[in-house]
């Protein structure tokens, strides 16, 4: 049995959780997620707090028993606070725009490079050179910003690129002049 599937998922006010067969679903003031509980899970709610129970007959879920009580958990913040991910562009000329439903990057090809932006995130660019990603799924928040930053990943010696705000990027020495020229 899983430590982390162990422990109750609280439910904060103004969220709302309901279990239909084998189908979570979760809504908050942020929007609504759902998710497929496999066989060998059993979701329970009680008292405001979400309960994950493992099937100790099927052997594959005891396996699962911690990711389900994560991925729950991640439904409930997402759905109640939602989630963030900061890129910041770093380089001469960088810059980035949302335009429409598709974010305008040029960071330093000869071309402008447009992604388009799934229908559940909202992006936000300040300054030209920060880009904010919201929403209420943190793997698509989490995926999409791995997309964007992997158009042009930070190079490790000057720093240029797309990085995670929080991110360090080790540099590296560069070339060393030749002795008695």
């Known amino acids: 049995m899983s430590r982390l599937g162990k422990i109750p998922i609280a439910i904060p006010k103004g969220t709302e959780a309901k279990v239909t067969e084998d189908i979570l679903n979760v809504k908050g003031p942020k929007g609504a997620l759902s998710l497929k509980i496999q066989k060998g899970i059993l979701v329970e709610i009680k008292d405001s707090q979400i309960l994950v129970v493992l099937d100790e007959k ?12 994560s991925l729950i958990n991640n439904m409930v913040e997402g759905t109640s606070k939602g989630f963030k991910k900061e890129l910041t562009l770093i380089g001469v000329g960088f810059r980035a725009a949302v335009k429409g439903n598709k974010l305008d990057l040029q960071v330093g090809f000869s071309h402008p490079t447009d992604i388009e932006i ?6 936000k660019i300040n300054k030209s050179v920060e880009i904010v990603i919201e929403g ?14 992997s158009i042009k990943k930070p190079e490790p010696y000057k720093g240029k690129g797309i990085r995670y705000k ?7 020495a560069g070339k060393a002049g030749k002795a008695g020229k």
């Open 58 to 69: 099927i052997k594959l879920s005891s396996a699962m028993h911690g990711l389900y009580r």
């Open 118 to 123: 799934p229908k559940d995130i909202q992006v």
């Open 136 to 149: 209420v799924d943190k793997q698509k928040v989490g995926q999409f910003a791995a997309l964007v930053r």
């Open 166 to 172: 929080e991110e360090y990027v080790r540099k590296k």
